[in-house]
């Protein structure tokens, strides 16, 4: 007890020093900001492999710097994407216009001019390109390109006749000197006279040389103007493109997402009130249940959330808003484990009338930890799918569930076992056992141990329910259609918040005359407007916010998001990897811990599950993102989780059937009727703790949590229902048609050793 007391003491140190010192990055859907994902494409001259994608991001690393944006962020995903992340930029245009753009800055000398409807040239190396008047030029090869260029900058004309220009440096001024001193020696007036400067395959600015520049000569000194009608923000624009330098191969947005400071801000306080609701309901709801214990537990419980916060401060991992909500969940999900260890040792001082407080704990501990472990890990291969599988926001979900996870169990079974050791050891508890909460049986297993009811005698028809669910779930999919979002579609959604409100049908109507019959339009709040669209351009999205604003008085936009069609439907398949993988790998878990019926029964429930939670989101039609799939393998965890828990119970009674509890000749549906009867508590006290939390974020948590704690609420349900009346009545009918229950071996009847 000393070794567990001096380990819980130490974490606990370390995560409260880890906390004050090191802060966990917010992510920009909670601080507000841009994100940019580009990814490089191929050209004609260079692949998009991963050397010229690392080139790109040194070049766009850049260029970002140059922005002078506070703390920005660029990293690389995959061979070929790029993830930069732009705190405070509201307005994504600009940056996206000078990240997107391959600035190409080339000089060339110029051998003429091109005759309207004259074809291009063939000879090698030789272009066509109009000027800024419009008239055709012939060029010759580049003479030098970005990278001989030392730097760039904007500058006026200070006796104000010539505007903006742009001020080049040469890193050698015997290059400049030789492109400007052969177009010299063409007399004055000749197109041949003209050195033409190329920025992305367009002609900026032609000048001729001087006439003061000698022939052969050139203009010395390594330093040219780059004239051509600037204002302000064109010319600064410009020079940051040519001190950013060149990207090796060309880029192009996949997604962007903008979130407004207001917004991020509404969410963290939104996320922060639920939490604390739903804490103190959670909290006052296991200290009526288990009195002492469960004060004890809601302690750990408090350590637990240090434990977690300090865990992805030490990591460094970036908290999103599914991640904070997956943060919030994991609350309620780390009763669970203090839940199943206080009903054993219920049963363990009542039922089997242990000598003391001590021993029933201590038994109590031991007999849940398979249940514990097992649980929780089919809910860690759900946060790995999340992780590995999944992106963006959705994958920081998983990071959060998973180091809650570890930090319920450590908190479970360290922190909580070393204060219930401490309290039970104290002579006033052990002399007044009732006040521990663990003394007695509890309200609900009184009511079933007064009514018994046989459950498993009506399989068959609990069995016919699930199938009805299915059809009246399936029967929404085909019926209403899965309102995909953006996410998994392609296009671009913009949330705004306006200052009157705004009918959904002017919205369409003005956004049609404005060239956007296609803009899917919806409320999302009293003064708030969601618009969807296929994919738009920076100059098309600013017409739909002028036109909501025109409508509005005034329009903040408060969400952007533009994902490309080929992300949506990298996505899509994902979506649907991450969900075949989640049954599969939970199956063969199962199968290995038990048997492979019992994994068959409870990947039946998990699909079960899923499907009439998409079911249900279709009929009401809500959006299937990216946070609803992170809901939908919590689900799946969460249902896997209570199968596993009545499973555990099954092969211990089946483990056991020689004691006078259990004899020898008890069939087995009565063995999984009685395992379902033994777990209700844990069941609904459980469950009772996360709804606790999941309602606090479905009233509280505004319109970004809703969905996510709705979906949630769902699957606690029907995760509840499926692992007492779909899950163990399926596992009786495979063992009924033939297979050996767990722990025995066909023909001789005798008890097998094996571990289901």
């Not at 998983?398 to 360290?414: C, N, Q």
Request: a neutral charge; one cysteine or more; glycine letters at 10%.
């Amino acid at each position: 007890m000393r070794v567990r007391a001096f380990f819980a003491l130490a974490v606990v140190a370390l995560s409260l020093y880890i906390a004050a010192a090191v802060p966990v990055r917010l992510g920009l859907d909670l601080r507000g900001g841009t994100q940019i994902v580009l990814e490089t494409r191929d050209s004609p001259t260079a692949e998009a492999d991963s050397a010229a994608t690392d080139r790109t991001l040194e070049v766009l690393r850049r260029r970002v710097d140059a922005l002078g944006v506070a703390e920005p962020a660029i990293a690389r995903s995959g061979d070929n994407r790029i993830i930069v992340e732009l705190p405070g930029v509201q307005d994504p245009r600009e940056a996206a216009d000078v990240l997107g753009r391959t600035a190409q800055l080339t000089f060339h000398p110029v051998l003429g001019t091109a005759e309207p409807g004259q074809a291009p040239t063939e000879r090698p190396k030789e272009r066509t390109l109009p000027d800024e008047s419009g008239q055709r030029l012939r060029l010759g090869p580049p003479a030098l390109t970005g990278a001989d260029v030392d730097g760039a900058e904007a500058r006026i004309d200070q006796q104000g006749v010539g505007g903006w220009f742009v001020s080049v440096d040469f890193k050698d001024a015997g290059g400049w000197a030789d492109l400007t001193g052969a177009a010299a020696c063409a007399p004055a007036g000749d197109p041949t006279r003209r050195v033409a400067i190329v920025l992305d395959d367009k002609v900026i600015s032609s000048p001729q040389v001087d006439p003061s520049v000698a022939c052969r000569t050139g203009i010395t000194g390594g330093s040219t103007q780059i004239t051509g009608s600037f204002g302000q923000s064109e010319a600064r624009e410009l020079a940051l493109l040519i001190n950013g330098g060149a990207l090796p191969v060309p880029v192009e947005t996949v997604e962007q997402r903008t979130v407004g400071p207001t917004l991020g801000a509404q969410a963290i306080r939104a996320s922060a009130q639920a939490a604390v609701i739903g804490t103190v309901l959670t909290s006052l709801f296991l200290i009526a249940v288990y009195r002492l214990m469960g004060a004890l537990a809601v302690l750990a419980l408090a350590c637990y959330g240090l434990i977690s916060y300090a865990a992805l401060a030490a990591l460094g991992a970036t908290l999103t808003l599914p991640g904070l909500a997956g943060f919030v969940l994991a609350i309620g999900m780390a009763v669970d484990a203090n839940v199943l260890v206080f009903e054993r040792a219920r049963e363990e001082y009542t039922t089997r009338r242990r000598k003391g407080l001590r021993s029933a704990l201590t038994a109590g501990f031991r007999n849940a930890f398979s249940a514990i472990a097992d649980s929780n890990i089919t809910t860690l291969i759900a946060a790995g799918l999340l992780f590995f599988l999944a992106s963006g926001p959705v994958r920081g979900f998983g990071v959060t569930l998973g180091i809650g996870v570890l930090a319920s169990m450590l908190s479970a079974l360290v922190i909580t076992r070393v204060l219930a050791d401490f309290a039970v050891a104290r002579r006033a508890v052990r002399r007044r056992p009732r006040l521990t909460g663990i003394a007695g049986t509890g309200t609900v297993r009184d009511w079933l141990s007064r009514r018994n009811p046989d459950l498993m005698r009506h399989r068959r028809r609990w069995l016919a329910l699930s199938a009805a669910a299915l059809v009246l779930a399936s029967s929404g999919i085909v019926a209403r259609g899965l309102n995909f979002g953006v996410e998994f579609t392609g296009g671009r959604l913009i949330e705004y918040s306006t200052s009157a409100p705004v009918s959904v049908d002017r919205a369409r109507d003005a956004l049609a005359d404005a060239g956007f019959p296609r803009a899917v339009v919806q409320t999302s709040g009293e003064d708030a407007l969601t618009v969807r669209t296929d994919e738009l351009s920076n100059d098309e999205e600013a017409r739909i916010t002028e036109t909501i604003g025109d409508l509005a008085g005034t329009a903040e936009k408060t969400r952007d998001e533009l994902i490309g069609p080929s992300l949506g439907a990298e996505l899509r398949r994902g979506a649907v990897i991450a969900l075949a993988t989640a049954l599969a790998a939970q199956l063969l878990y199962l199968a290995v811990r038990f048997r492979w019926t019992f994994g068959t029964a409870a990947a039946a429930a998990m699909a079960h599950d899923a499907l009439i939670l998409i079911g249900v989101f279709a009929w009401l039609g809500k959006p299937i993102d990216g946070v609803f799939l992170a809901a939908l393998l919590t689900v799946i965890g969460y249902s896997v989780n209570d199968s596993v828990v009545v499973f555990d119970r099954i092969r211990e009674l089946w483990a056991g059937r020689k004691t006078a509890a259990a004899p020898r000749k008890t069939p087995f549906a009565r063995i999984t009727n009685t395992a379902i009867l033994q777990t209700v508590p844990r069941t609904i006290n459980t469950g009772m703790g996360a709804a606790f939390i999941l309602s606090a974020l479905a009233l509280l948590g505004g319109d970004s949590l809703t969905d996510f704690a709705l979906a949630l609420l769902i699957g606690i349900v029907v995760g509840t229902y499926s692992s007492m009346f779909t899950a163990a009545p399926l596992a009786v009918e495979l063992h009924s048609r033939g297979t050996p229950p767990p722990g025995t071996t066909r023909g001789a009847g005798t008890q097998s050793t094996e571990t289901p």
